[in-house]
T-cell receptor, first 116, second 117 residues
């Protein structure tokens, strides 16, 4: 039973346009969400995160939106650049009040291809 | 920023032998380390969580006697794949979390490609 779902295995976007990657989750305990970029045979690279107390977080070209009622988040990349081509993983976790946190639950990833 | 070093980056071993993978946090104390596995074209799956000085907690379906995890210090965790078989061939990635400002998030190592022949 997948608790974090990325329903688009791939997405093709023209350079300069906006890329929107979507992610849905089912576990109500998740309160911290992250997006990672990954290349084959490499570890994931952190992009941006958002806590469940917020609905938007922005960092440069990357913006993450969280809709808690719909259990949905999205990553917007604008403008998209050729170097953005990679697999993007959505991940979720639960943080404890004492400072600890669960391991991450990942989606299956979306392969983003930026067309020149 | 937080850096996690993972070694080796790739290893080939014979069926039945054991392989050890090291994960080190270089500039922060990792109170918690996580081990993941990724099969080709699949997601990263959490295998186990280890807190320094405690026994690791394994996810359902992960054999604790096969995947031995040691987190003896605040900067080092090891994963030993014992009596490896071809079906253990996978990409193993560690992640570390600290309590301080550095390493508060999840910092990943670069991964280890294990091939069992």
């Amino acid at each position: 039973d997948q608790q974090v779902k990325q329903n688009s295995p791939s997405l093709s976007v023209q350079e300069g346009r906006i890329s929107i990657l979507n992610c849905d989750y089912t576990n109500s305990m998740f309160d911290y969400f992250l997006w990672y970029k990954k290349y084959p045979a490499e570890g994931p690279t952190f992009l941006i995160s958002i806590s469940s107390i917020k609905d938007k977080n922005e960092d440069g070209r990357f913006t993450v939106f969280l809709n808690k009622s719909a259990k949905h988040l999205s990553l917007h990349i604008v403008p998209s650049q050729p170097g953005d081509s990679a697999v993007y993983f959505c991940a979720a976790s639960h943080f404890y009040s004492g400072g600890g946190a669960d391991g991450l639950t990942f989606g299956k990833g979306t392969h983003l291809i930026i067309q020149p | 920023g937080a850096v996690v070093s993972q070694h080796p980056s790739w290893v080939i071993c014979k069926s039945g032998t054991s392989v050890k993978i090291e994960c080190r946090s270089l500039d922060f104390q990792a109170t918690t380390m996580f081990w993941y596995r990724q099969f080709p074209k699949q997601s990263l799956m959490l295998m186990a969580t280890s807190n320094e000085g405690s026994k690791a907690t394994y996810e359902q379906g992960v054999e604790k006697d096969k995947f031995l995890i040691n987190h003896a210090s605040l900067t080092l965790s090891t994963l030993t794949v014992t009596s490896a078989h071809p079906e253990d061939s996978s990409f193993y990635i560690c992640s570390a979390r600290g309590d301080g400002e550095i390493g508060y998030g999840y910092t990943f190592g670069s991964g280890t490609r294990l091939t069992v022949v």
